[in-house]
């Protein structure tokens, strides 16, 4: 996207700084609303085969996270919040899916990165596998396994790549590329030995053996060297050694396994921002021992934010003619939601949302199709009747019964719930906004849980209309693959006419061209 002239941008931070009493006025909604309108008619549908597909995935971010991410994107470039647009928000197609497991109400990351990514619904901690397989046994695996649209967009021909902010092998990634009774099998340490007997490989071996992918960011570095080998960030720290049992060193082999290619190997931001796309076949950089640090944490002279790991990734990918599949995954989403740490998630949150907006830029919705979902919610409310503009890590106006104020960011149950002598804590002189404070919560857990209820999903570009309704999330990735002509249904791929582009904005800025320039041309009247 093209920087927008001086006298535009001024237009939309006027249109998006506009004053309380423009808002008394019903014109100024009305205006609003018929200009949405006529977005939404002059609508075309966008029937192009998507020669590349983008999927972003918000681990744990259900649409209470999604609101309060908005609010909190705002807030930092010193707007009330509520009125931001953030770039999945120009999104025209918007649908819900369910998340169940097939034995769980609620579930977790493992099964439903199984059905969004293989178009199956799985039991709860199981990887890349039918309901057929059972949590942590080896032998359930075989005849039981399904693939992924990765695998499926490899086959095709077109290039592949993860980004993600845990390890590369946690559960999200690790269902487009492995296999796995157990989630938790990162690397043969983690297995039982009757598992490995029985033949179960974990999930570090399986990133190189299973599917030839050429992007892989993340962290997960002791997983893939020998037990004891020091790592080059950390070397006296003895957690972020090596764990492998078996003497394999995944970095060494992967490097082997690309003769003939030009394949780098990175881990810190100086080698990263020193590859060059336009000559890199294949990209392996792993930024951490285990998961990366959080955004409010990361070193800024060590680890690259994702939406520059998302740009690198993409830079690599669109170089084949046949087109690329990407997933990103903003992982750390949900493990700042487990420690009822609403700051870090939210923040997470706005991290994942500037990598849409930066894929955006490199792409076209003429062939790409661009998807922003959640695999599952948290238990997080968003409470108390805050004043606009009201922080939204702030307190409520309102205090409870006990006469004491709380959080309108909160947790159903959490590390937060903090009860003595029958009272809640007093947060009067508390900074709620900081990046360690815990929200509190109504039941005591050692760690927040997962939420159940449906989560959004985004669309736009080629055959963005068939993510629409309320669906199951094993729906997802066949109406992926429909759109790009990959996998088993390709029926339609001979006769579909192409058209030249989406009506849809290309960024809030352009939303809000087209919808409020008129608006304020009425008010200025």
């Given at each position: 996207?093209?920087?927008?002239?001086l006298?535009?941008?001024?237009?939309?931070?006027?249109?998006?700084?506009?004053?309380?009493?423009?808002?008394?006025?019903?014109?100024?909604?009305?205006?609003?609303?018929?200009?949405?309108?006529r977005l939404?008619?002059?609508?075309?549908?966008?029937?192009?085969v998507?020669k590349?597909?983008v999927?972003f995935v918000?681990?744990?971010?259900?649409?209470?996270?999604?609101?309060?991410?908005?609010?909190l994107?705002g807030?930092?470039?010193?707007?009330t919040?509520?009125?931001?647009?953030?770039?999945?928000?120009?999104?025209p197609?918007?649908?819900?899916?369910?998340?169940?497991?097939?034995?769980?109400?609620?579930p977790d990351?493992?099964?439903t990165?199984?059905?969004?990514?293989?178009?199956?619904?799985?039991?709860?901690?199981?990887v890349?596998?039918s309901?057929?397989g059972?949590?942590?046994?080896?032998?359930?695996?075989?005849?039981?396994?399904?693939?992924?649209?990765?695998?499926?967009?490899k086959?095709?021909?077109?290039?592949?790549g993860i980004?993600?902010?845990?390890r590369?092998?946690?559960?999200?990634?690790?269902?487009?590329y492995?296999?796995?009774a157990?989630?938790?099998?990162y690397?043969d340490?983690d297995?039982?030995a009757?598992?490995?007997?029985?033949?179960c490989?974990?999930?570090?071996?399986?990133?190189?053996?299973?599917?030839?992918i050429?992007?892989?960011?993340g962290?997960?570095?002791?997983?893939?060297?020998?037990?004891g080998?020091r790592?080059p960030?950390?070397?006296?720290?003895?957690s972020?050694?090596?764990?492998?049992?078996?003497?394999r060193?995944?970095?060494?082999?992967?490097?082997?396994?690309?003769?003939g290619?030009v394949?780098?190997?990175?881990?810190?931001?100086?080698?990263?921002?020193?590859?060059?796309?336009a000559t890199?076949?294949?990209l392996?950089?792993l930024f951490?021992?285990?998961d990366?640090r959080?955004?409010?944490?990361?070193?800024?002279?060590m680890?690259?934010p994702?939406?520059?790991?998302?740009?690198?990734?993409?830079r690599?990918?669109q170089?084949?003619?046949?087109?690329?599949f990407?997933l990103?995954?903003g992982?750390?989403?949900?493990q700042?939601?487990?420690?009822s740490?609403?700051s870090m998630?939210?923040?997470?949150?706005?991290?994942?949302?500037?990598?849409v907006?930066r894929?955006?830029e490199?792409?076209?919705?003429?062939?790409?199709l661009?998807?922003?979902t959640?695999?599952?919610?948290?238990?997080?409310?968003?409470?108390?009747f805050?004043?606009?503009?009201?922080s939204i890590?702030?307190?409520?106006?309102?205090?409870?019964?006990?006469?004491?104020?709380?959080?309108?960011?909160?947790?159903?149950?959490?590390?937060?719930?903090?009860?003595?002598?029958?009272?809640?804590?007093?947060?009067?002189?508390?900074?709620?906004?900081?990046k360690?404070?815990?929200q509190q919560?109504a039941?005591?857990?050692?760690?927040?849980?997962?939420?159940?209820?449906?989560?959004?999903?985004?669309?736009?570009?080629?055959?963005?209309h068939?993510f629409?309704?309320?669906q199951?999330?094993s729906y997802i990735?066949?109406?992926?693959a429909?759109?790009?002509?990959?996998?088993?249904d390709q029926s339609?791929c001979?006769t579909?006419?192409?058209?030249p582009r989406?009506?849809?904005?290309?960024?809030?800025?352009?939303?809000?061209?087209?919808v409020l320039?008129p608006?304020?041309?009425?008010?200025l009247?």
């Open positions: 996207m093209a920087f927008l002239p006298s535009v941008a001024c237009l939309v931070l006027l249109i998006m700084t506009v004053h309380p009493a423009e808002e008394e006025k019903p014109e100024f909604w009305r205006q609003q609303a018929r200009a949405v309108l939404a008619l002059d609508r075309k549908l966008n029937t192009n998507a590349n597909i999927l918000g681990d744990g971010m259900g649409i209470t996270t999604v609101t309060a991410a908005r609010i994107k807030q930092l470039q010193n707007r919040g509520e009125e931001t647009i953030m770039n999945m928000d120009t999104f197609y918007v649908g819900l899916v369910k998340v169940y497991a097939v034995d769980f109400q609620i990351s493992a099964a990165a199984t059905a969004y990514l293989c178009g199956v619904k799985a039991n709860l901690n199981t890349g596998l309901a057929a059972r949590n942590g046994a080896c032998r359930s695996q075989k005849g039981n396994e399904v693939t992924s649209i990765l695998k499926w967009a086959d095709a021909g077109k290039s592949v980004v993600t902010t845990t590369v092998q946690h559960a999200t990634p690790a269902a487009a492995a296999h796995s157990s989630r938790k099998w690397c340490t297995m039982p009757a598992a490995k007997a029985q033949g490989r974990d999930i570090a071996a399986q990133l190189l053996s299973n599917t030839d050429d992007v892989i960011i962290g997960g570095r002791k997983y893939m060297t020998p037990k080998t790592d960030e950390y070397p006296l720290d003895p972020a050694r090596g764990r492998r049992s078996d003497g060193n995944l970095i060494s082999e992967w490097q082997h396994t690309k003769g290619k394949a780098r190997y990175v881990w810190n931001r100086t080698d990263f921002d020193a590859v060059d796309p890199t076949d294949y392996l950089a951490e021992p285990g990366l959080y955004e409010l944490e990361r070193d800024l002279s680890d690259p994702l939406s520059d790991t998302t740009e690198k990734a993409i690599i990918l170089k084949n003619p046949k087109g690329f990407l990103v995954e992982g750390r989403i949900d700042g939601h487990h420690a740490r609403a998630a939210l923040h997470e949150t706005v991290e994942l949302d500037n990598a907006g894929a955006l490199l792409t076209g919705d003429g062939d790409t661009t998807m922003v959640a695999d599952h919610s948290h238990s997080f409310t968003f409470n108390g805050p004043f606009r503009g009201n890590l702030g307190k409520s106006p309102l205090f409870g019964k006990d006469m004491m104020p709380y959080t309108t960011l909160m947790y159903g149950n959490g590390p937060g719930h903090k009860i003595v002598n029958n009272k809640r804590p007093d947060i009067r002189g508390v900074d709620t906004e900081s360690d404070y815990i919560a039941v005591p857990t050692e760690s927040e849980t997962h939420g159940g209820e449906d989560v959004a999903v985004l669309a736009r570009g080629p055959m963005a068939l629409h309704g309320v199951e999330q990735p066949h109406a992926l429909f759109a790009a002509c990959i996998g088993d339609h001979e579909t006419p192409p058209i989406s009506s849809a904005p290309t960024s809030p800025a352009a939303w809000l061209i087209a320039v608006v304020l041309q009425n008010l009247r």
